[in-house]
């Protein structure tokens, strides 16, 4: 937990270039699925709302991060645009088309309070570990 921790606190979250600073663009095969969790988590505190991207396979992954932080009570949908891109495909050369997804998540009115209530029960955890 501590190396997911220290990469969301390494992240680069303003891009210069005109990029979303609330955007995270999802993989299936870079990180485990709680890390992106978690950083929804610290942009959606930091900007209020999040936007969940994904290409093809790592669709699926960006569903299931969405619904765990609504069945968690922590977001609400605003916005799903699905559409498809254009890619290179660099081992033949040729375009193909990919499936892509954008949520748009917001923090529930009760945001606050849940991650604050999480943040003393970890804290309970980690003191009763080092007794």
Do not use: C, W
């Not at 979303?20 to 993989?27: E, F, G, L, W, Y």
């Not at 709680?34 to 994904?54: G, I, W």
């Not at 193909?96 to 949520?103: D, G, R, V």
């Not at 991650?115 to 804290?123: N, V």
Request: aromatic share 4%; hydrophobic share 40%.
């Amino acid at each position: 937990m501590e190396e997911v921790t220290e990469g969301v606190n390494n992240l680069q979250i303003a891009d210069s270039d005109g990029h979303k600073k609330n955007r995270i663009q999802v993989s299936n095969t870079k990180k485990p699925l709680f890390f992106y969790v978690n950083l929804a988590k610290r942009y959606m505190q930091q900007h209020n709302e999040v936007e969940l991207s994904a290409l093809g396979m790592a669709i699926a992954t960006v569903v299931t991060i969405a619904e765990i932080l609504k069945n968690n009570g922590l977001a609400v949908e605003r916005k799903i645009t699905t559409s498809t891109v254009d890619i290179t495909d660099e081992s033949r050369g040729r375009p193909i088309q990919k499936a892509k997804i954008e949520i748009l998540l917001g923090k529930t009115e009760n945001f606050d309070e849940l991650m604050a209530a999480a943040a003393a029960e970890r804290e309970l955890a980690d003191g009763e570990e080092q007794n």
